[in-house]
């Protein structure tokens, strides 16, 4: 596969950025002026979580025109099948020393492990959820809203109820997945103690790794002449018929891929930060997806990435200087990128290079 | 003429919407390899028969038939296309943020699914085939001009061309030369004879220096039906067709 500048870059600094915080966290003192601290670790780890999440929303609103303002619940269901392996890796270190049930289950005065529990306790079987169940999910409701034509504004609706009803299926405590608490309290990853140092720096450089995997995946996508007729797709759906190709299939394809990314994005995501809950299906998570990709440049992968860790930086000092502003610096960041920066961040270096790619101008 | 000898059948065919008639027991018969040109004032029907012939629209009763024994009715639009009936827009519709060389490649007949597309790299047969393709339609210094940033007229032929490279047996253009200088639409009324060799068409057309030019047989549409139809000179001496045009 053929690099040009901009993947060159992409991946560099992707990979090598979290790479460098990771090593100098393991490798400098504590008092040293170069060290990383732990929590900036934990944070630049949570960040490459949100730029997986980004990049699944611009695959599919980028490049096939379908707006999700659902795709957190591919992310968070990514996070509960990993939130599930955690949880049984505790064992009987929890509260109740119940070596069998997780402590909320014993709350709750259960006698068994739910049946859908089994197997979580075993590693390989919790990521291929982690795929498995955005996967399917998105392709049964894809299946039903491409191949009835439900497009624009209702399709985006939909996939916004689709975030609210698991929402409220979580919150349930008889869902058997720890409701309105969640699952937190977790103690190892495949024997690694998760708090530790060198466990964050190296689930760090890993989500590192599975960013730019799949920013090669999407790339390679979106310029194979199957990601030819998405942006066909895309722009003149019907004309596409006209030719013999089939819209829903090739956005079928496309929106599942795009759900396993999320998922993958949401399974790193928790043992970084600590906690899976029912918030992260919250109506509202999904719709900053979409302000990130907005604001990086929708249509250019690139601009996901960026779009992701810039506002989510721009989110951790606000929080911490002006909580009761984040939300309004956020509209606002929205509405100038509409009206000013179309193109958002990428379309700034588009322009400046005189160059604009192929399918950053076509983002209408 | 023989039955076998019919490429496209229309009987009948009635298309209502909300109580407008666009098309009224619209009967067409089209041969083998034969070319037609379709004329008729606005609002005559003609792009409503082009849209129940390529399945966009179902008639509420009637038979479209295509061949001997196939019902284009039953079918919906990529179907259609993949029997070998393809179709120009009115508005000419390109992929704007391609190349004109990948409009080409994405008409080019050939495996449409996904798992096709995805791995599919560009054989030299295909480059071969565009190339000629590019060639016929006058467009190989444009090559790598982005479909948005042709002419208008460039925009027509590149539709022409990316009706080409599906190869169908028939194709169906509606007014092609709207839009063109004399110039243009005379090169495209000889582009059409050259593709009448070899595959069957049906043009409509507003454009009577254009339909004169193409010297084939004319059917004339009003209110849904057919007014008409023999040579040019026929129709245009016909007092019904002087009428429709000239009457009010
Ligand atoms: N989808 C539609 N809904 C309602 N009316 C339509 C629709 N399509 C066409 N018509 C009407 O049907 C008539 C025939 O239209 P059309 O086939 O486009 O005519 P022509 O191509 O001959 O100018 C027109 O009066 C048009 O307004
Ligand atoms: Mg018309």
New binding site residues.
């Given amino acids: 596969m053929k690099l040009d500048r901009t993947a060159g870059l992409t991946l560099g600094l992707t990979f090598g950025i979290p790479l460098t915080l990771a090593l100098l966290n393991q490798t400098t003192d504590v008092s040293a002026a170069l060290h990383v601290p732990t929590y900036v670790i934990a944070l630049a780890g949570k960040y490459l979580c949100f730029a997986m999440l980004a990049l699944a929303v611009d695959l599919v609103w980028g490049f096939a025109g379908i707006l999700s303002l659902g795709h957190a619940a591919f992310f968070a269901l990514g996070g509960y099948a990993m939130g599930m392996y955690l949880m049984r890796q505790i064992g009987s270190r929890g509260v109740y020393g119940n070596a069998m049930l997780p402590d909320f289950m014993v709350f709750l005065g259960w006698k068994e492990l739910p049946w859908y529990w089994h197997g979580f306790e075993w590693f390989p079987f919790a990521m291929f959820m982690a795929l498995l169940v955005p996967g399917l999910l998105a392709m049964g409701f894809g299946w039903l809203a491409f191949r009835s034509r439900v497009t624009g504004v209702y399709l985006s609706i939909i996939t916004q109820a689709l975030t609210y009803a698991l929402l409220l299926a979580f919150f349930r405590n008889d869902m058997g997945f720890g409701g309105n608490n969640g699952m937190t309290d977790f103690k190892d990853i495949l024997g690694f103690p998760v708090q530790a140092d060198g466990t964050r720096s190296a689930l760090l450089v890993i989500s590192a790794a599975f960013l730019c995997a799949q920013y090669l995946v999407a790339r390679s996508i979106v310029r194979s002449r199957f990601g030819k007729v998405l942006i066909a797709v895309r722009d003149t759906e019907s004309r596409t018929r006209f030719l013999g190709y089939r819209p829903e299939a090739y956005k079928l394809v496309v929106w599942t891929l795009s759900a396993v990314m999320a998922g993958i994005g949401g399974a790193l995501y928790v043992p970084q930060v600590g906690i899976i809950n029912p918030s992260e299906f919250a109506p509202a998570n999904s719709i900053e997806a979409v302000i990130w990709v907005a604001v990086g440049g929708r249509g250019t992968l690139t601009g996901a990435i960026l779009g992701a860790v810039i506002v989510n930086f721009g989110k951790t000092w606000f929080t911490g200087a002006l909580p009761n502003l984040w939300l309004y610096a956020l509209g606002a960041l929205f509405i100038f990128v509409t009206l000013f920066l179309p193109n958002g961040v990428m379309g700034l270096f588009a322009a400046r290079a005189k160059k604009p790619a192929p399918e950053l101008e076509a983002a209408e | 003429m023989s039955e076998a000898d019919t490429l496209l059948y229309l009987d009948g065919v009635t ?1 209502n ?2 109580g ?1 008639r ?2 009224n027991a619209l009967s067409l018969v089209l041969e083998k390899g034969e070319m037609r040109a379709v004329i ?12 129940v012939i390529t399945g966009r ?1 179902r008639p509420d009763t009637g038979k479209v038939m295509f061949g001997l024994d196939t019902d284009l009715t039953k079918l919906d639009e990529p179907a259609i296309a993949a029997l070998g009936i393809g179709r120009k827009f ?1 508005k000419p519709t390109v992929f704007e943020p391609h190349s004109v060389w990948d409009n080409i490649l994405l008409a080019l007949s050939g495996d449409r699914r996904p798992r096709f597309s995805l791995w599919a790299r560009e054989t030299a047969e295909e480059k071969r085939r565009i190339e000629s393709v590019l060639e016929t339609v006058r467009l190989k210094d444009q090559r790598d001009r982005r479909g948005g940033d042709l002419s208008h007229g460039q925009k027509q032929w590149l539709e022409i061309g990316m009706l080409l490279a599906q190869e169908p047996q028939l194709l169906l253009l ?1 007014e092609p030369v709207a839009g063109m200088t004399d110039a243009e639409t005379e090169q495209t009324a000889e582009l059409l004879r050259e593709i009448n060799r070899t595959r069957s068409v049906v043009v ?1 057309e507003h454009d009577m220096a254009f339909v004169r030019a193409l010297d084939v047989k004319v059917t004339v ?1 009003h209110e ?1 039906s057919v007014l008409s139809d023999g040579s040019i000179d026929h129709v245009s001496a016909d007092p019904r067709v002087i009428e429709v045009y000239l009457g009010r």
């Fill in positions: 298309v919407f909300d407008f666009a098309l008729g004032p606005n609002g005559a029907g003609k792009t409503t028969m082009m849209d629209t009115q509606d409509v549409l849904g």
